[in-house]
């Protein structure tokens, strides 16, 4: 009988699904990182929430550990690549506490408007000071929604109803879908300008880390009141005292911070800043969802082997898995270069199987190249929810297999149209089961992806790769492959080169300043 440590606080609707389905369960709440050490090893699933720290360390200690179920949607506590070499399928529920967590956004946003904690304190104190506190109305005001996912959507809803203005930032939300949400879709520099209020509904990703600080501060309207309901890195603490002092900021509402659980923390005391003790997604509706739900997909995990919401695992029964196996991984790897190349507003995504791919089923390849796609954009995405998340984005995917050869004895080609430009990358298997980039932008190459990559575009000139081989090579960077590619003598030209070291943005904007460069990206696999 497979067992389950609940090792934070979850609803007890989950003991009681764990119960009902034959898993034993212990709940053990609050334990230290060596106490959890100590026993993890005798569990075959381990449900958290956010305060149990999921680390390397731990899993190396997880000998018969086979799912961590995350009973909420951010992962960040959970160390999921280390998850996946360990063969560890980490599970998310990522809708369950949408609602509840866009609620708490609009509760703060009321709390900073009218001084509610201040004015309560102060009255419990037998102050009575009604002229301390002097509110400012939300109607008619404008709140900048940076994020506009599952959260952020249901709060422009409910800003809508309070008869505000919204304007979004989200640079993969598409004008059609700004369009059905009611709200104007601005660039971010827009939105500092405009919004009196400002709140942060994004993942914390190398893109969105410290998106609020004293530069983005600036550009902010005198008095803006900021609300962060999302992961605490997205602003930076220091910048944001400095303003509340200065009084550029007229108020922040807090539910989230860089060190958690914040027990000291430089905002603390502030008169204008409003903190909760990441509160955002406790109810008792929420905690009900969440339970429920990832007690019932760790429970199929573990007696049926059925995945559902896993964000490191693919679902595919165990008869076409051999097949798919190698195709998989080619698909997977022109996602991720499709979505790494990706800036604009995905509008459209076209799938081509061509040759051998096309007799498979090839579900499961279109849900991965989707994930591939989306996973800069979106935390959560997995294969099994990127298809769902795609359509909901309104991006329009079509499919299309012929089973006859072409060029290779099999193809798959992504083509991702954009606002702002239509791009296509295709890959076929070398010797069955090695995937090969042969074509990108239409311009023939044959490359094989590895970990830290380089691509450029540029114009065929003589001088080009010599020029980037000397900066690279004077960054200490070795060049592991090199492929080249062009539409013709002259024309535009590729280059694909894998690198030994990570391209850093310093070395990238000197590539980007070399004369013949059109564009260059540094990608991971
Ligand atoms: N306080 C809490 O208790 C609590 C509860 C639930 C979720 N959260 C946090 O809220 C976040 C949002 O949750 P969600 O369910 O709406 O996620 P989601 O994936 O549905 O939406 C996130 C949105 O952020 C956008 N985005 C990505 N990069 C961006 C960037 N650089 N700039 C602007 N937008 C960008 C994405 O396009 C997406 O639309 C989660 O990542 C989680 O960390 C907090
Ligand atoms: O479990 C919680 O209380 C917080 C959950 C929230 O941060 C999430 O990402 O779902």
Request: proline share 4%; net charge negative; hydrophobic share 45%.
């Amino acid at each position: 009988m497979p067992k389950v440590l609940i090792s934070d606080k979850l609803s007890p609707a989950a003991v009681q699904i764990f119960k009902d389905r034959g898993i034993e369960t212990d709940v053990k709440v609050g334990l230290a990182p060596d106490e959890l050490k100590a026993i993890v090893g005798q569990y075959d699933g381990l449900a958290i929430r956010s305060n149990t720290k999921v680390t390397a360390d731990i899993l190396a200690a997880a000998t018969n550990l086979k799912v961590v179920g995350r009973a909420g949607i951010g992962v960040d506590n959970v160390d999921v690549p280390a998850a996946t070499a360990r063969g560890i399928v980490v599970m998310n529920t990522p809708f369950g506490n949408s609602v509840t967590t866009a609620e708490h956004a609009i509760a703060m946003m009321f709390a900073l408007a009218r001084d509610i904690p201040q004015a309560n304190a102060s009255t419990h104190a037998g102050k009575w000071e009604k002229s301390k506190f002097m509110g400012v109305e939300l109607t008619g005001k404008t709140l900048g929604i940076i994020g506009c996912g599952n959260i952020g959507a249901i709060v422009a809803d409910r800003a809508l109803g309070l008869k505000m203005k919204v304007v979004g930032y989200d640079p993969f939300l598409s004008a059609e879908r700004a369009r059905d949400l009611s709200i104007e879709k601005v660039d971010l520099d827009t939105l500092f300008a405009r919004a009196d209020f400002i709140t942060l509904h994004t993942p914390l990703t190398e893109a969105t880390r410290n998106v609020i600080d004293a530069k983005a501060i600036a550009k902010m309207k005198k008095g803006v009141r900021i609300i962060n309901c999302a992961r605490g890195g997205l602003v930076v603490e220091e910048d944001l005292k400095v303003a509340l002092e200065s009084g550029q900021v007229g108020g922040a509402a807090l539910d989230v911070f860089k060190v958690e659980p914040a027990k000291e923390n430089g905002l603390f005391g502030m008169d204008k800043v409003v903190c909760t003790p990441h509160l955002g997604a406790s109810t008792s509706e929420a905690q009900e969802n969440v339970a429920l739900q990832v007690a019932e997909q760790m429970a199929d995990y573990l007696l049926t082997g059925a995945v559902t919401n896993a964000l490191n695992m693919p679902s595919v029964s165990a008869e076409d898995a051999p097949k798919l196996r190698p195709y998989m991984k080619l698909a997977g790897q022109l996602g991720s270069f499709a979505g790494q190349l990706t800036e604009h507003a995905l509008k459209a995504v076209k799938i081509e199987f061509e040759g051998h791919v096309a007799t498979l089923n090839t579900k499961p390849l279109t849900a991965v190249i989707l994930e591939g796609l989306l996973k800069p954009m979106v935390e959560a995405v997995n294969m099994v929810n990127a298809p769902v998340l795609a359509r909901e984005r309104d991006i329009d995917i079509s499919e299309s297999r012929n089973e006859r050869d072409g060029d290779y004895h099999t193809l798959v080609r992504v083509t991702v149209v954009t606002e702002a430009r239509t791009r296509s990358v295709a890959g076929t298997l070398f010797g069955g089961d090695k995937p090969r980039v042969v074509s990108i932008k239409d311009i023939p190459i044959e490359a094989e992806l590895g970990e830290h990559m380089l691509f450029v575009t540029n114009q065929d000139k003589p001088g080009f790769i010599g020029a980037l081989g000397t900066l690279l090579g004077s960054h200490g960077i070795n060049i592991a492959t090199f492929h080249l590619g062009r539409s013709e003598s002259g024309g535009d030209a590729i280059l694909l080169t894998q690198v030994d070291q990570p391209i850093s943005d310093k070395v990238l904007e000197e590539v980007r300043k070399l004369p013949q460069v059109v564009q260059a990206k540094a990608l991971s696999f």
